[in-house]
């Protein structure tokens, strides 16, 4: 039954997802609807995680598709925290219909179902799981800040006369704010990656190409921050090197996973 | 209590006489306190734009007279520019104000400033105390729910709003200005209310330079340094009358080196241009001239004037709230001196039937009591209802005279 939850979350997604398409047509009403809908989507959500966390013994987001649904629950958590605001909502439309697609792969993977076990200990998931997803869920959200920043940075090279019609976060905003998302998920990555390969070393398993791509994702935003945070860069170059990062997270997360959760 | 306005605006009158019946904040303060004798109440609103005054008094014609002969006392010749609006009309109109339509440049956010100054300033009582509240409330909302404040309405402002387009808060910000004329401290000025720095003034003429600088607290530069401070700049403004350009693509390229992929925008608001095109091509560059600056003030215009539609109808429902509330005026007294009657009635039967109630302990006299005064409280609700419905719906006096009548209220007035 608690597995219904997840119908009202993701029509809610999908409603925030029309309205902040209202929204870019003609910027008004629909917005402030979409941000609503996000919240009770949320709080859907936050409620069939919270009945599959009390329901099934040891971790339950262990599978494949079940940690796809942590990781939209936490890519929209983490959205919420800058969402909320007007200027934001155009945000909205490059972070929830991504969400609201992964929901429903998360689904027909079976990972929004209640009950079941887990064969690995709690604590061990908790941390490699836990800070691996929130710290991809901090670098869809940098990926998305920098995808706003390149549309953004188009348009004033363009010089429409509209150019004022919408509010849109300022260039200098997004860009400092997608260095600020990717330089807190970067230690969680880390983190997580070396709970991973302790674990990995302790059972003496060899590494898989779902544990060499995250390695390169790492590698790949941690040059971001680097080189941001160290040589200068910023604007669209570093714009571009988020959305190559962000391409590695998008493999990491559908594309390998067969093999790292078999 | 009759709203009355009389007044004049850029609808009726030109500046030339606009400024002959123009008050400052003083005046229109010993203005409405004049009006207000009598027991009537009085708000004077003077700005660039208009000239209005606002009464509340029971009798509508002496009233509007006495505001037509006081601003005619100011200057002769504005009587025949004097519109005068009353009630409906009258509240109407300055709720229009309030938000902003009644505008030269619709949406203005100085007027709602300025109708609170006035109220602050009027002698009010029940009914232009409300009126103004109301208008103020009516301007906050028109403005948030709609899109009619938002954007920039000059070539300067809409400079300033580019700004922060690409660098958000501007507080701290570095301005360049290039050329020290009436142009460009205009959007040295309008950067500078949004808290931006204006940290250098260039000028071929250096001594302009630095009396320009002073009065913005800035460094006057002679031109042939503008490449050297233009690491530490975010945004250039150029307006000089150089026939040729005072900066190009290679100096603002050198520059972009040394500053670490910051952004740069630049305001060319020169003609003929100051600033090469090509700069617009450099990575992080944004040049705007005065052509793209112009086409953003016409379309975000034509944009307020798209959501003023929309603040009209905000504004038109809430001056029908405002004409219910007027309306229920009319009937207030009779109410009033109807549940009196009420009250009189059920205490003087209380005090004929002492001998009876007298046997009665404390708690069941207060039962007798509570449910005598529900009693008329039941059989008065329903004509205190319709009363107030017909009030709203125009027939409020003639139902408040039947009322009287019927209860023998005419003695009480």
């Given at each position: 039954?608690?597995?219904?939850?997840?119908?009202?979350?993701?029509?809610?997604?999908?409603?925030?997802?029309?309205?902040?398409?209202?929204?870019?047509?003609?910027?008004?009403?629909?917005?402030?609807?979409?941000?609503?809908?996000?919240?009770?989507?949320?709080?859907?959500?936050?409620?069939?995680?919270a009945v599959q966390a009390a329901r099934r013994d040891g971790f339950p987001w262990a599978t494949w598709a079940g940690s796809l649904n942590l990781f939209v629950w936490l890519v929209v958590s983490a959205y919420l925290v800058w969402g909320c605001r007007r200027r934001y909502r155009l945000l909205g439309l490059t972070v929830m219909p991504l969400a609201a697609a992964l929901l429903v792969v998360a689904r027909v993977g079976g990972g929004t179902r209640?009950?079941?076990?887990?064969?690995?200990?709690?604590?061990?998931?908790?941390?490699?799981?836990?800070?691996?997803?929130?710290a991809f869920a901090g670098f869809t959200l940098a990926a998305a800040l920098s995808g706003l920043y390149l549309w953004q940075e188009r348009r004033l090279k363009r010089r429409p006369a509209t150019i004022l019609r919408r509010p849109v976060p300022a260039l200098a905003t997004l860009d400092a704010l997608a260095?600020?998302?990717?330089?807190?998920?970067?230690?969680?990555?880390?983190?997580?990656?070396?709970?991973?390969?302790?674990?990995?070393?302790?059972?003496?398993?060899?590494?898989?190409?779902?544990?060499?791509?995250?390695?390169?994702t790492w590698l790949v935003w941690a040059a971001y921050v680097g080189l941001r945070l160290v040589a200068g860069w910023a604007g669209r170059r570093a714009a571009y090197l988020a959305l190559a990062g962000f391409a590695l997270v998008i493999v990491v997360r559908l594309a390998l996973p067969a093999v790292h959760f078999a | 209590m009759r709203l009355?306005?009389?007044?004049?605006?850029?609808?009726?009158?030109p500046v030339e006489l606009r400024e002959r019946v123009a008050l400052d904040r003083e005046q229109a303060?010993?203005?409405?306190?004049?009006?207000?004798?009598?027991?009537?109440?009085?708000?004077?609103?003077?700005?660039?734009?208009?000239?209005?005054?606002?009464?509340?008094?029971?009798?509508?014609?002496?009233?509007?007279?006495d505001a037509v002969a006081a601003l005619a006392e100011l200057e002769p010749e504005v009587e025949p520019a004097l519109y005068r609006l009353r009630d409906h009309a009258a509240a109407l109109h300055l709720f229009r104000v309030a938000a902003g339509l009644d505008s030269l440049v619709p949406g203005e956010g100085e007027i709602l400033g300025q109708v609170r100054a006035a109220h602050q300033l009027g002698t009010t009582g029940i009914v232009l105390d409300r009126a103004f509240r109301q208008a103020l409330h009516t301007g906050r909302k028109?403005?948030?729910?709609?899109?009619?404040?938002?954007?920039?309405?000059?070539?300067?402002?809409?400079?300033?709003?580019?700004?922060?387009?690409?660098?958000?808060?501007?507080?701290?910000?570095?301005?360049?200005?290039?050329?020290?004329?009436?142009?460009?401290?205009?959007?040295?000025?309008?950067?500078?209310?949004r808290r931006a720095r204006i940290a250098f003034v260039a000028n071929r003429t250096l001594d302009r330079a630095e009396e320009l600088a002073r009065r913005l607290r800035a460094e006057a530069l002679p031109l042939e340094r503008i490449e050297e401070e233009l690491p530490r700049a975010d945004v250039v403004v150029a307006s000089t009358s150089a026939p040729g350009y005072v900066l190009d693509a290679a100096a603002v390229e050198r520059a972009l080196r040394k500053r670490r992929c910051r952004q740069l925008l630049l305001i060319d608001l020169?003609?003929?241009?100051?600033?090469?095109?090509?700069?617009?091509?450099?990575?992080?560059?944004?040049?705007y001239d005065v052509d793209d600056l112009e086409a953003i003030v016409a379309e975000t215009l034509s944009g307020r004037r798209r959501?003023?539609?929309r603040a009209e109808a905000i504004v038109a429902a809430e001056a029908e709230k405002f004409r219910q509330w007027h309306a229920a005026l009319d009937v207030v007294p009779a109410i009033a001196s109807l549940r009196a009657r009420a009250e009189e009635i059920r205490e003087a039967e209380l005090r004929k039937a002492e001998a009876l109630l007298g046997r009665l302990d404390d708690g069941e006299r207060r039962a007798v009591e509570s449910i005598t005064a529900q009693i008329v409280n039941k059989l008065l609700h329903l004509p205190t209802v319709r009363m107030k419905q017909a009030a709203a719906a125009a027939d409020g006096v003639l139902y408040a005279e039947a009322v009287r009548h019927l209860f023998g209220l005419e003695d009480e007035r």
């Open positions: 039954m608690a597995e219904l939850l997840f119908w009202p979350a993701l029509l809610l997604y999908g409603q925030a997802v029309v309205g902040y398409l209202g929204d870019a047509r003609r910027p008004g009403g629909a917005g402030g609807a979409a941000t609503w809908s996000v919240r009770l989507g949320w709080l859907a959500q936050t409620a069939l995680l209640v009950g079941g076990s887990s064969r690995y200990p709690d604590l061990f998931l908790v941390l490699h799981v836990g800070l691996v997803l929130a260095l600020r998302t990717a330089a807190w998920s970067l230690p969680a990555l880390t983190l997580g990656i070396a709970v991973g390969l302790v674990r990995l070393v302790a059972d003496g398993d060899r590494v898989d190409a779902l544990v060499a791509a995250t390695i390169a | 009355v306005l009389v007044g004049t605006s850029h609808h009726h009158a303060r010993a203005l409405a306190a004049r009006l207000a004798a009598g027991g009537r109440e009085a708000v004077c609103l003077s700005t660039c734009n208009r000239t209005e005054l606002y009464l509340a008094a029971a009798d509508a014609e002496a009233a509007e007279r028109a403005r948030a729910q709609t899109a009619i404040g938002e954007s920039p309405a000059s070539v300067s402002a809409a400079a300033a709003a580019l700004a922060e387009q690409v660098f958000g808060d501007l507080e701290g910000r570095s301005i360049l200005l290039v050329g020290a004329g009436k142009i460009g401290e205009q959007a040295a000025r309008n950067l500078l209310s020169a003609v003929p241009r100051d600033l090469d095109p090509a700069i617009h091509d450099l990575d992080g560059c944004y040049l959501e003023a539609e």
